[in-house]
Nanobody, 124 residues
Framework: QVQLVESGGGLVQAGGSLRLSCAAS????????LGWFRQAPGKERDFVAL????????SYADSVKGRFTIARDNAKNTVYLHMNSLKPEDTAVYYC?????????????????WGQGTQVTVSS
């Protein structure tokens, strides 16, 4: 059974940092591209970042480029999202995603597997 379990969310002041983690099980982790999405109240779920199977390729939404970094540890079956210089507009539930196809991992409707989400709140 596929499981993606996020952790590391919380309340932080603007300008602060957080590191989200997503622990995966139930599938061959190294064969999957991974991504992070977020959903603010009343808004659609949006792409944040993705990383290829090997970790050699990453891509980011323009709104987080230069502030967020996605990384993976295939030995630990874990993907991370390092978030720096946080802004109040980064407040959202953050979701981890996995898909064998890197061309699908940036699109909500195409992703195969989702985590349950972790809340990030940035105060001004």
């Amino acid at each position: 059974q596929v499981q993606l379990v996020e952790s590391g969310g919380g309340l932080v002041q603007a300008g602060g940092s957080l590191r989200l983690s997503c622990a995966a099980s139930g599938f061959t982790f190294r064969n999957y591209a991974l991504g992070w999405f977020r959903q603010a109240p009343g808004k659609e779920r949006d792409f944040v970042a993705l990383i290829s199977r090997s970790g050699g390729y990453t891509s980011y939404a323009d709104s987080v480029k230069g502030r967020f970094t996605i990384a993976r540890d295939n030995a630990k079956n874990t993907v991370y999202l390092h978030m720096n210089s946080l802004k109040p507009e980064d407040t959202a539930v953050y979701y981890c995603a996995a898909d064998p196809d890197i061309f699908s991992i940036s699109t909500v409707s195409s992703v195969n597997y989702w985590g349950q989400g972790t809340q990030v709140t940035v105060s001004s």
